[in-house]
């Protein structure tokens, strides 16, 4: 494929960070059904794969212009999705079966970079649940700060999760 989107695919050590594709479907619903993977993320965990065929539309037609929201492929396979896919708060989501194996670390190292180069944020945000310690120790480790917490941010299946607010600052040399 080629394009304007399709070039700007990243290459980490292990991964390929690139725009979402029609035939990423399979894989993606495998996350986005998955109650694991989604027991942090803002929506139920998807019931059925015309659910998560509405996400990746939007993943598709956001590309069109500038890529800020990666699909992280590895082997051949979609796994995860990261990157700024609202404003400039930026999120991420993985299969379990690749946690803690630095692979959001390093998708997180290459995005944020390619973030500051295509953007003039000042800042980029993020909030996650507090109880997701995985997560606020990764946005932590690459420099996002706390701001704030507020209780009772979003209701999932009548749960209500809080949430706590991260920034990180644009670098003086991006």
């Not at 706390?146 to 209701?155: D, I, Q, V």
Request: glycine fraction near 6%; include cysteine; charged fraction near 20%.
């Amino acid at each position: 494929m080629s394009g304007p989107f399709y070039d700007m695919a990243r290459h980490t050590q292990r991964l390929i960070l690139r725009a979402a594709r029609q035939d990423d479907l399979d894989d993606l619903f495998a996350i986005f059904s998955d109650p694991q993977a989604m027991a942090y993320w803002s929506t139920a965990p998807h019931d059925r794969p015309a659910r998560t065929q509405e996400n990746l539309d939007r993943l598709i037609a956001s590309a069109a212009e500038t890529l800020t929201y990666f699909v992280i492929e590895k082997d051949g396979r979609a796994i995860g999705t990261a990157g700024q896919h609202r404003g400039t708060e930026v999120g991420f989501l993985l299969h379990p079966d690749y946690w803690r194996q630095g692979i959001v670390t390093e998708a997180m190292q290459t995005i944020i970079p390619h973030l500051w180069q295509v953007t003039d944020h000042t800042q980029l945000t993020a909030d996650a649940d507090p109880n997701n310690v995985a997560s606020c120790g990764l946005l932590r480790s690459l420099g996002f700060h706390e701001t704030h917490r507020a209780a009772n941010t979003y209701c999932i299946n009548g749960v209500w999760s809080d949430s706590v607010y991260f920034a990180l600052p644009r670098p003086a040399e991006a």
